[in-house]
């Protein structure tokens, strides 16, 4: 019964989407035609799912691979390389695929291809970068030619959420085969656009493909330059060199906004940013403590100030658009307040010293924060604005700035020896399984998982677990609530902001719908108005 | 001369190995792991282990180090952890772009650089020498981003002459070789004048003008030669700076050089990538060093060949 | 730097009539340039001495609102990302560039300086050891070396000093090296050790007093390039910590606010480009007076 049901839910949700999709259609006549030029801070490493999951690449491939499904613009699954599905046990999803559909190098596109696909990745040599990403993902097997099953080694709730990803796409498996390692440089997949040319570290071109399955993409190119100093993207845009502009300088936002000739495309993101408390250590062990911090920072402050309205206020642990999200209310429940924040503090024993930093028999209140500079936006900036608010409160914070791989390595080691760090999580797979599991699971303690605050609490661990291996999604969402409930008691977290994707473009760009999964950056319905 | 020519670049192999040997040591001393940066933020211990495993990571350094060396007699410079592409490529991409950013911004240097020194010598405490050494200074001390983003706003913005950013056309390579230039012009500057002042003031340069020899030739023929060997020693070395420190000016005008190349790897601590690329700079260093070398027993005859 | 015989013959009969120090005081007044130059490290000197007292406001206090204030006002000089007194900051900000300068080139001299003169004095093996480890240092990527002294040592203003000095040291090695393989060609140097002076006599009397001028040029325009390599390295997490006022961290996280705020990276800039303006005066008039052969001359 269940079979069925989901299989007339992905029917319907397509017809839907579908009906969505045409209502939305444009007021003005689309016209064809044209080169995009947009301008971003790095060059990809690779352009291969297999070797590269982070943004640069992501961006470019995105447009040129296919998965099974995909997520939309309002983070609802829909249907892409698949039709249907039907789940045919708690470890086994069989998918319809489309018919007719070709690669770029005019080879079909089958049941063959996906299990090609999924097996290079997982079980390839080494095995691809996104592998981790696949939880219990164990690979695909062929029914018939347009039918596909993938198989989890247990129960896995967010199976359909992981195979949306936006490093899922299917590949040929003729190309990979003829190319070998040069597939990495010059992918085939099934998207609206084809790979033409990458010149490293300067520019990556790609180009209408002209017998895609779905609606023809309407502009003829899209060149992908690399552009490092923020300052001179935004000179790009202004004298016209750039169409498009990813990671745009906030500063300079509020002026492109009343600007007719610009547009600048913003939505909440699926990335939190936010200061860690390493809850094993003193005196970060006593809750209040936690709780005093909590009340002493002024986010709305650092929001309208630092992020500028760059990014969005963080209302718990996960992002809105995220399955599973709830809104813990932080706001209300911890708001800015210095005056509780010392009475906090006070409870917990702690009275302010001579120097104005709160003392406890004898030792001061100084907590030791690790912090990168440029990895997430204003990672820098908010970890320096909270130190003060700090020391307001009569809480020192030593900040030690230092490289990202200086200090991925701490926060992904054990033991973990500051109080403090400042990191960011983005939930590749918009289920809340991603995040919670990883970043508040008993075990999850590094090297094993994320959890670099040490948090432990037994009944989280029985809900998460439970969640992920729950394929009812009402269900698993019920779980999640109680799990962020429990967190927004103990906070182990100060969550800082949401981030916010911003693209800002000449308004002569129209069709652009900017999407929350910063790699989602889709470009087939994109057209340039001459 | 032949001899000294075998002999040194036969001293410039111990050179090189010791150059791979302290980068790779350096990078094992240091924390972060290329791999599980690599990986990013996904990845199970389980995949970081079974990558380096691949890629021989886990190996002791020193048969690592036999290996590459082994490899590069072969002309194999191996493969870049982050993209498994070989090195080799890696660095043909950013070579040619280099060359003409330094070679460009060397020649500035150089010319603009004598001459400025040259008549801040000739003519001292005038204002042309205190602009001069203003000037110069103010190029020295204001970091390179600030001098490149000016130079962008005024004459890719406001005038729009010149382009943003980017590579390509002669046009491109303006800005970028003049905001390269800029601190080494004033250094040059500097060396020459100082160099220059100290030569016209030797009693034999005044032996010269008693005798009735023109300024011009006491200048060029007596005082420029013998003030070139400090001029010269500086010049070789702004070369070797220029090439692997142009890191910020090619961030600013997006220039796709090895300093931009270099740096990335030494963050995702891709080491192969790094001794490549050092390799290939520390030969480009001897050579560079060793044409300083002959030049200075061309200039001064005094000097013997030294190892 | 070429040294003729009869130069050297001059040279040679400086130190028998000692007016040495007192004409190069009076030497050094009669330059104006050199003056102002002593003048404005006094200031800088005293900027870092009595930061305490000179500067209005805590170089710490942030006031998110005021961000990004114009010069004038409450914010002589403006306020920065943070809402905090540049002011302030820039006079705080002149222990660090001080500590950086002068330290990195104490550093870079006495590694430079020792070194050198051994290469070029000695010849020989000791030539081609150190020419040859010059060589593999300047091979070497700086931002490794800096990322290997603050991983051995930690970060901060000390260590990353200390980095920058080894960063400067082949240069000077190398120019001193040169200065001296001529220097001890000359007829003089000859004579002297004919005549039975030590090697080390004739190093520490002649043939280093000839490298001094070129030696302190050199290095007061290092000191800028310190500076504004500190700027680097801070900027990347291998400097000073937060909230430590640095000139040039100051100009690196300003750069993003160069086409709304220019003021907040342009000033402290400014004052690198006084305070390298300042250095290299002083060095040029310490090098004019130093050189007995301009001794009564302009």
């Known amino acids: 019964m269940t079979r069925f049901r989901n299989a007339l839910l992905v029917l319907i949700a397509g017809a839907v989407a579908a009906g969505l999709l045409a209502s939305a259609g444009p007021a003005e006549a689309q016209k064809r035609g044209g080169t995009l030029t947009i301008v971003r801070p790095t060059d990809p490493v690779s352009l291969d799912p297999n070797l590269e999951t982070t943004a640069p690449g992501a961006w470019v491939y995105f447009n040129m691979l296919e998965g099974l499904l995909t997520l939309d613009a309002k983070m609802q699954i829909q249907p892409s390389l698949a039709t249907s599905y039907e789940v045919m046990s708690p470890t086994r999803v069989r998918f319809k695929l489309r018919p007719n559909v070709k690669f770029h190098d005019g080879t079909p596109m089958n049941a063959a291809a996906v299990k090609f696909t999924y097996d290079r990745a997982l079980k390839g040599t080494p095995p691809a970068r996104w592998a981790s990403l696949a939880g219990s993902l164990s690979g695909a097997e062929v029914v018939d030619d347009l039918t596909v099953d993938i198989v989890t080694r247990e129960p896995y709730g967010p199976v359909l959420r992981t195979l949306a990803m936006y490093c899922m796409g299917i590949v040929s498996p003729t190309a990979v085969g003829k190319l070998g390692a040069d597939f990495s440089r010059a992918p085939v997949g099934t998207g609206p656009f084809k790979f033409v040319e990458w010149k490293t570290n300067t520019h990556v071109i790609i180009e209408r493909f002209p017998d895609y399955w779905g609606d023809k993409a309407l502009l003829d190119r899209v060149i992908f330059k690399v552009v490092p100093e923020e300052g001179a993207r935004m000179i790009a845009l202004q004298t016209g060199d750039a169409d498009m502009v990813l990671f745009p300088s906030p500063a300079l936002l509020p002026a492109l906004r009343r600007d007719p000739k610009f547009t600048v495309h913003e939505t909440t993101g699926i990335r939190v940013v936010f200061a860690g408390l390493h809850a094993g250590m003193a005196p970060l062990d006593d809750v209040r403590v936690r709780q005093a911090l909590l009340h002493a920072v002024d986010r709305k402050a650092i929001l309208d100030n630092i992020m500028e309205g760059s990014a969005g206020p963080a209302m718990g642990v996960l992002a809105p658009g995220v399955f599973g999200y709830k809104d813990m209310q932080l706001d209300r429940a911890y708001p800015f307040d210095r005056a509780k924040a010392k009475a906090l503090l006070a409870q917990a024993g702690w009275t302010p010293g001579s120097d104005g930093i709160m003392q406890k028999g004898g030792q001061r209140l100084s907590l030791s924060w690790l912090a990168a500079r440029g990895r997430y936006p204003k990672d820098g900036e908010i970890t320096e604005a909270i130190q003060a608010m700090f020391k307001d409160v009569g809480v020192e914070a030593k900040v030690q700035v230092l490289e990202w791989a200086a200090v991925f390595q701490q926060v992904r080691g054990n033991p973990f020896n500051h109080h403090m760090f400042t990191l960011g999580w983005v939930t590749s797979n918009a289920d809340a399984d991603y995040s919670l599991y990883a970043l508040f699971h008993s075990k999850q303690v590094p090297p094993a998982g994320w959890n670099t605050s040490r948090y432990a609490n037994a009944r989280v661990d029985t809900l998460v677990e439970q969640a992920r291996r729950s394929l009812n999604q009402s269900e698993r969402e019920k779980l999640y609530f109680e799990v962020q409930d429990i967190l927004a008691k103990e906070m182990v977290w100060i969550p800082v902001y949401t981030t916010k994707e911003i693209v800002a473009t000449k308004t002569a760009v129209k069709g652009f719908t900017i999407h929350p999964v910063e790699y989602n950056l889709w470009l087939g319905k994109a057209w340039l108005d001459k | ?307 | 730097m070429a040294i003729s015989a009869a130069a050297a013959l001059h040279a040679a009969a400086a130190p028998l009539v000692d007016t040495g120090r007192l004409s190069a005081w009076g030497e050094f007044r009669r330059n104006r340039l050199a003056v102002a130059g002593l003048a404005i490290v006094a200031l800088l000197l005293i900027a870092a001495l009595g930061a305490p007292w000179l500067a209005p406001f805590d170089p710490a206090k942030q006031s998110l609102i005021e961000k990004r204030a114009k010069p004038g006002g409450k914010f002589l000089l403006g306020a920065d990302e943070f809402g905090r007194d540049i002011l302030s900051r820039v006079i705080y900000g002149s222990r660090v560039a001080l500590i950086v300068s002068v330290l990195s080139v104490a550093v870079a001299l006495s590694l430079g300086l020792t070194l050198g003169c051994l290469a070029g004095f000695l010849g020989g093996w000791t030539d081609v050891l150190v020419m040859r480890a010059t060589e593999v240092l300047l091979a070497f990527p700086y931002l490794l070396l800096a990322i290997a002294v603050v991983s051995a040592l930690g970060p901060g203003v000390f260590n990353t000093t200390l980095a920058v000095g080894i960063w400067g040291a082949p240069t000077v090695i190398r120019v001193v090296r040169g200065a001296v393989l001529v220097a001890r060609e000359t007829e003089y140097v000859s004579a002297a050790r004919a005549l039975g002076a030590t090697a080390l006599r004739v190093l520490t009397r002649h043939v280093l007093r000839n490298v001094l001028p070129t030696v302190i040029v050199y290095s007061t325009l290092f000191m800028a390039n310190a500076i504004l390599v500190e700027a680097a390295l801070s900027f990347l997490g291998l400097g000073v910590q937060p909230p430590t006022p640095s000139w040039g961290l100051m100009v690196s996280t300003g750069r993003d606010l160069l086409l709304v705020a220019p003021h907040v990276a342009t000033i402290p800039g400014l004052a690198i480009l006084v305070a390298v303006l300042g250095f290299n005066l002083l060095g040029d008039g310490l090098r004019d007076a130093l050189d007995p052969r301009l001794r009564g001359r302009i």
């Open chain 2, 1 to 307: 001369m032949l001899t000294f020519l075998v002999r040194r670049l036969m001293l410039a192999v111990p050179v090189l190995l010791g150059v791979v040997f302290v980068v790779m040591l350096t990078v094992e001393l240091i924390p972060g792991d290329a791999v599980a940066l690599m990986l990013g933020e996904h990845a199970t211990p389980e995949a970081v282990a079974k990558l380096r495993d691949y890629l021989g990571l886990d190996k002791p350094m020193l048969v690592r180090y036999v290996e590459y060396v082994g490899r590069v007699a072969r002309g194999d410079l191996g493969r870049s952890i982050q993209q498994n592409r070989p090195v080799l490529d890696e660095l043909a991409d950013v070579w040619p772009a280099t060359l003409e950013l330094t070679v460009a911004a060397l020649l500035i240097a150089a010319v603009v650089g004598v001459l400025a020194g040259l008549v801040s010598a000739v003519w001292p405490t005038s204002l042309f020498d205190a602009v001069a050494r203003i000037g110069s200074l103010f190029g020295l001390s204001m970091p390179v981003f600030w001098t490149g983003l000016v130079l962008i706003v005024v004459f890719a913005f406001w005038l729009s002459w010149l382009p943003v950013g980017g590579a390509g056309t002669p046009a491109h390579l303006v800005l970028p070789a003049v905001t390269l230039a800029l601190p080494s012009v004033a250094m040059v500057a500097r060396m020459t004048r100082s160099s220059v002042l100290d030569v016209l003031r030797e009693d034999y340069v005044r032996t010269a003008r008693a005798k009735g020899v023109a300024e011009r030739l006491v200048v060029s023929k007596h005082a420029l030669r013998n003030a070139a060997i400090p001029i010269l020693t500086l010049l070789g070395l702004q070369a070797g700076q220029l090439m692997g420190g142009a890191v910020l000016t090619e961030t600013v005008f997006a220039w796709p050089g090895l300093g931009r190349l270099i740096v990335k790897a030494i963050f995702a601590r891709d080491y192969v990538l790094v001794q490549g690329a050092v390799l290939v700079f520390a030969v480009a260093f001897v050579l560079i060093n060793l044409a300083v070398d002959l030049a200075y027993g061309v200039l001064d005859p005094r000097v013997s060949r030294q190892g």
